[in-house]
């Protein structure tokens, strides 16, 4: 463990993650978008890192779900352990040459890995690929995603996408949650001997499929 990255070392020990996004009411009032705010735990509820995202309110309000950004993530002592940055990309099947991608580094300023959006007319798809952008994992997600009253899962395979490792799980927890407050619950599954690099990298491919599918502007509410 003492070539993991400073932060990492628990990490090591998981292999189910949580990521509770906590609720904005001041947004849900105004109907604005604002900074989202997350603790990430274990399975048993304990929180391990605390997340937020910087960006600024142009991006929130106008580009909500493409919106570029940086979500820093901090162990509980506060220290910055793992920083995942999305640059303003196409989120669109039409537009193959300019699909999402998201870089995850940790320690920040040293590259864990990214997360590729993959071009596919019906399925949602993204590679999972190493510092040396190396293809290591696929995540396919299912034809539709609005999770009516259920939960909504993302397969995590391997490169063959004929074996199913793991799994990031939009977890349905009601109308009002979901609708009213705007706040999102994932649980990711991995194999407990995966690289911690990579369940970072795991982490930053949860923020963007929330994103992506499952976050919706508060305009109108």
Known sequence: ?????????YLNQLDRIIIHQQVELLGAILGTETSSKYEIKNHLGQ???????????????????????????????GQEVIRVIRPLRCNSCWFPCFLQELEVQSPPGTIAGYVVQNWDPFLPKF????????????????????????????????????????????????????????????GIQVPVDLDVRIKAVMIGACFLIDLMFFEKSLDGL
């Not at 910087?54 to 493409?66: K, W």
């Not at 999770?147 to 799994?167: Q, R, S």
């Open 47 to 77: 929180r391990v890192y605390f997340a937020v995202e910087e960006n600024d309110c142009f991006d929130r309000n106008l580009c909500s779900p493409i919106r570029s950004f940086t979500i820093r993530i901090a162990d509980n002592t």
């Open 127 to 186: 590679t999972i690929q190493n510092e040396s952008k190396e293809d290591v994992l696929k995540i396919i997600g299912p034809y539709a995603t609005c999770g009516c009253f259920e939960d909504v899962d993302f397969e995590v395979k391997a490169l063959n996408e004929m074996t199913t490792i793991g799994k990031i799980s939009k977890y349905w927890s009601g109308f009002v949650n979901n609708v009213f407050t705007n706040t999102a619950n994932f």
């Open 1 to 9: 463990t003492h070539n993991l990255p400073p932060g990492l070392e």
